[in-house]
């Protein structure tokens, strides 16, 4: 992406040349004093004004639709260092390096940093090195990275944060030990961050090179075909089999076996476990329930980035209430399982009429490129199930027993206060806590945090009444970085829709998934207004997550505020045949829950009805 900031071309009239400057922009009723909950290196900094603001930054909602507390920020942070390392020191990909993050006013912006051309070119014969050995070995490095993930995910549930003791076991004494209890309780939360850190270094191992094998078919495709839409290329690898769907599958599973064995009533129960526990055929269902539970079970109703992020294995409520909507769906005698084999028909057919078109050696070439994109391509979603939700919710799970550890020994007023502290505060807190028990004192942060995390959290809820611009400072006056494009969906003509007046009209973005639908909005800001979507409706979002997927056969199309054509809403909505246009910058804002409206997921737009 051009960092220069200059006027983007083809204005229209009621647009705007420039978004605000995170310098100028004022700070909500309520949240003064913001700045100070968040690591200084994550900020706007004014000695960096000049840099910050000849550079484009626009908001990842697609990741952080919310405002984040200030331990959240161990996501943005480690994601940019970690996407960075790959790009830059690792495979050395020649567009693109890392990408900036900054927190501002509680949202996350980032800002490519780009690889000048002539960089680039000197780039590409060691990254075809690189990445070509991973490609050419992939199946083989890819099974031995499931096996260094779940390594990790047992690692991170053996860390205990326990109450001390009142004194060390005399059997110590016999063996010499020389150390306390709190030299695990310390070493367990630095434990805790090197593993959460681990696991982020393997997120971003394989990702970026299917993205980078998805490119490259794109832009031959491209060449080869000037007119082929980007929808057409995104049709040739779809219909893969992908474990970021089997926790959705087993739902279904388990909704067919209810109305198999008749448990329909018992799931209706206000203990609906227990009572099919005493139902015919209940231990059964029961068995296959808790073949499923392990490990498809790990997996959140948000998207694995916040600390109350909901999971399934710690609220049976949420698949309970998915298992008893797919069993009503099949009692009303409808289809629940997604039509594969027509994505996969559809998928034939196009690739082969496009593959009609070259000549002998182009064909050959295409049938690589599509080869290899293809057989990359179902990592593109699945490490977000090994990553953000399996590994992310056992994280997340042993921060708050941390943060419980410290509420009862009176930290702060909230069993999970300690969110609204920086992990570098965490590890400060934690030292005072082990100091005062070694001491046999009153630790200091009983009085000092109380009052502090009150603070913080009434500048968070301030900061949270407000939502954040589309993006910051003056666009470029073209958007070329090809990740940007493909992910977030941040288009030239999408970042000038985005400054032209909301209530102008209709609204336009990516054509993420093919299909026209008309119905009622329904406005979801996160998981937890899920359950107010009706049959029919049209689910309009910041952002959609893939584990949102059980609702799906309840609506009629997606639209979502950002997002590009590899973004997790459009494959999972093409995966689904459901609707969807990404990438529009404000609909959750300017749509109204009830409004009609028409979605046409092939040509990107969103019409308002009334």
């Known amino acids: 992406m051009a960092t220069q ?22 700070t909500p009723a309520g949240a003064e004093g913001w700045r100070s909950l968040y690591p200084y290196h994550v900020l706007f900094q004014p000695e960096r004004r000049a840099e910050d603001e000849a550079k484009f930054w626009f908001c990842d909602s697609q990741h952080w639709p919310a405002v984040l507390k200030p331990f959240e920020t161990v996501g943005p942070e480690l994601a940019a260092k970690c996407l960075g390392q790959f790009n830059t020191r690792y495979f050395l990909v020649p567009p693109a390096s890392g990408i900036e993050s900054r927190v501002h006013l509680g949202y996350v912006y980032l800002s490519p940093v780009v690889v000048p051309p002539d960089e680039a070119a000197a780039r590409v014969p060691e990254f075809l090195r690189r990445a070509g050995y991973y490609f050419e070995h992939w199946d083989e490095l890819l099974d031995n990275w499931k096996r260094k993930v779940r390594t990790t995910i047992e690692e991170l549930e053996e860390i205990r944060f326990t109450a001390l003791p009142h004194a060390q076991p005399y059997e110590e004494i016999e063996r010499g030990t020389g150390l306390d209890a709190t030299d695990a309780l310390l070493d367990g939360y630095d434990r805790l961050l090197a593993l959460c850190h681990r696991a982020w270094q393997y997120h971003f191992e394989f990702l970026n090179l299917g993205y980078a094998a998805y490119l490259d078919l794109f832009r031959a495709c491209r060449q080869w075909f000037p007119d082929i839409p980007d929808q057409g290329i995104a049709t040739m690898v779809q219909g893969v089999d992908m474990e970021l769907f089997r926790p959705d599958d087993e739902l279904k599973r388990l909704a067919k076996l209810a109305v198999e064995l008749g448990l329909e009533h018992p799931l209706t129960a206000p203990d609906p476990l227990a009572a099919i526990t005493r139902a015919p055929g209940g231990r059964e269902w029961l068995a296959a329930w808790e073949a499923a539970r392990d490990p498809w079970f790990n997996f959140t109703s948000g998207n694995g980035f916040y600390s109350d992020d909901r999971y399934w294995r710690d609220d049976s409520s949420l698949p309970l209430g998915y298992v008893r909507d797919y069993v009503r769906r099949l009692l009303r005698g409808e289809d629940i399982d997604r039509r594969v084999a027509a994505l996969v028909s559809e998928r034939d057919r196009v690739t082969a009429e496009y593959a009609a078109l070259l000549d002998s050696g182009q064909r050959a070439d295409f049938e690589a ?93 301030a900061l949270a009444s407000r939502r954040p611009d589309p993006a910051l400072n003056r666009p470029p006056e073209a958007v070329t970085e090809p990740f940007s494009i493909m992910l977030w969906g941040i288009t030239s003509e999408r970042v000038q829709s985005w400054l032209t007046d909301p209530a102008a009209g209709d609204l336009t973005g990516m054509a993420a998934s093919p299909g026209v639908a008309d119905g ?33 056969g309840r609506i009629r199309a997606i639209v979502t505020d950002i997002g590009g054509v590899m973004s997790h809403a459009a494959i999972v909505c093409r995966e689904y045949s459901l609707p969807a246009v990404t990438g529009t910058g404000t609909a959750s804002t300017v749509i109204r829950t009830g409004q009609r409206i028409r979605v046409d997921g092939t040509a990107g737009t969103v019409t308002l009805l009334d």
Do not use: C
């Open 5 to 26: 900031p200059r006027t983007a071309p083809g204005r229209t009239p009621g647009s705007r040349r420039s978004f605000p400057s995170p310098y100028e922009q004022p």
């Open 369 to 461: 490129k599509l080869r290899l994109a293809r057989q990359v391509y179902p990592y593109v979603e699945n490490h977000n199930f090994y990553i953000e939700h399996w590994t992310m919710g056992v994280f997340w799970r042993k921060v708050r027993q941390l943060s419980a550890l410290l509420h009862r020994a009176g930290f702060w007023p909230g069993e999970n206060d300690l969110l609204y502290l920086t992990r570098d505060e965490v590890r400060g807190a934690l030292f005072d806590f082990a100091a005062a028990w070694a001491q046999g004192s009153v630790p200091a942060g009983t009085s000092y945090w109380p009052p502090e995390t009150q603070r913080r959290r009434r500048i968070v809820d």
């Open 520 to 552: 009622a909005a329904r406005i979801i800001r996160s998981p937890a207004e899920l359950d107010l979507v009706q049959d029919g409706e049209i689910l309009v979002a910041p952002v959609t997550a893939p584990s949102w997927a059980p609702v799906f």
